[in-house]
C-alpha cells in the first residue's frame, strides 16, 4: 500500500492543531522521508475557545499566537510541505453548516490536487472531528472527475478511544503502518511542540502514552511500533 503512496501529493484534513501530529505523526514522517511524499496539512479549527463558556476569541489572542507558532514548529520536525489553518470555532462545528467547511474542503483539494487525504475517524467522541470527516467525504465524492482516490481515516488520541461502548462506528483499523523507533520519536517530538495540548501521564497526549499505542499497534501486527488506520475508499485504476 505505502509504495502507491510515493512521490504523491497527500492532503492531511484534521480538525485542530496537533491533530496532525497525534494519529498520523510517525507514518507521515516515514511517507516524506522514505516515499518521497508531498504533504500538505490542512487545519479546519483555532482549537482553543472552548475552554471558555463562551466563545471570545479575542480572550484567546495571546494564546492563539503561541499556537500559530506551535503549529510551525510542529511542522518542521515532521517535515509537512505546508500548513494551512482556518479558525472555526473549536468544539463547535456543529454550529456551522456543513457547506461551509465543505468548501473550504474543496477548495484547498482543487489547490494542491492530491489522490490521497487522511483525516479524522468518522466515529470519534469530539464533534469538530465527525464533522471534518463528514465534510472530507463529501468534498470527495466519486465522480468522473474526481481526483481523490484513496481516503484513509486515524485514530486521534483522547477523541477515538472514548466513544461509548454502543457506539456503531467503531475504529476498526484495516491498515497499519510500521514505523521505527526515529519516526516515534519525532512524532513525540512534534507532540511536545504544543504547549496548550501536552498533557503528563497517563493522558492519551502523553509522550510515554503515545509510546504505548504505538506498541501496542505494533504488537498487534508484529512490529516494534506501528500506526492505525482505516481505508474508507480507494479505487485502483
Known amino acids: ?16 492543531p496537533d491533530d496532525e501530529i497525534l494519529g498520523v505523526g510517525g507514518t507521515m514522517n516515514k511517507l516524506i522521508i522514505e516515499f518521497n511524499c508531498t504533504v500538505r496539512v490542512l487545519i479546519l479549527g483555532e482549537g482553543i475557545t472552548s475552554r471558555n463558556d463562551s466563545r471570545n476569541p479575542k480572550d484567546w489572542e495571546k494564546e492563539l499566537a503561541i499556537h500559530k507558532t506551535n503549529i510551525q514548529d510542529a511542522a518542521n520536525r ?76 486515524f485514530e486521534t488520541a483522547s477523541g477515538t478511544e472514548w466513544r461509548a461502548s454502543s457506539d456503531p462506528k ?17 512524532k513525540i517530538r512534534a507532540m511536545e511542540c504544543y504547549e496548550f495540548e501536552k498533557r503528563p501521564y497517563p493522558h492519551p497526549r502523553s509522550p510515554e502514552a503515545l509510546k504505548i499505542q504505538a506498541q501496542r499497534w505494533g504488537v498487534a501486527v508484529g512490529v516494534n511500533y506501528a500506526e492505525a488506520f482505516m481505508i474508507i475508499r480507494t479505487i485502483c485504476k
Open 1 to 16: 500500500m505505502l509504495e502507491s503512496l510515493r512521490n504523491k501529493n497527500i492532503l492531511l484534513i484534521v480538525a485542530h
Open 170 to 186: 467503531h475504529f476498526i483499523p484495516n491498515m497499519y503502518v510500521s514505523i521505527n523507533e526515529g519516526q516515534l520519536n519525532t
Open 78 to 153: 515532521i517535515g509537512f510541505e505546508s500548513v494551512r489553518t482556518y479558525n472555526f470555532p473549536d468544539n463547535r462545528f456543529d454550529g456551522v453548516e456543513l457547506l461551509d467547511i465543505v468548501k473550504i474542503v474543496e477548495k484547498e483539494k482543487i489547490e494542491f490536487n492530491p489522490e490521497f487525504i487522511f483525516t479524522h475517524h468518522g466515529g470519534d467522541v469530539n464533534i469538530d472531528h465527525q464533522k471534518t470527516f463528514e465534510a472530507v467525504i463529501t468534498a470527495t465524492r466519486p465522480m468522473e472527475h474526481e481526483k481523490v482516490l484513496t481516503i484513509i481515516t
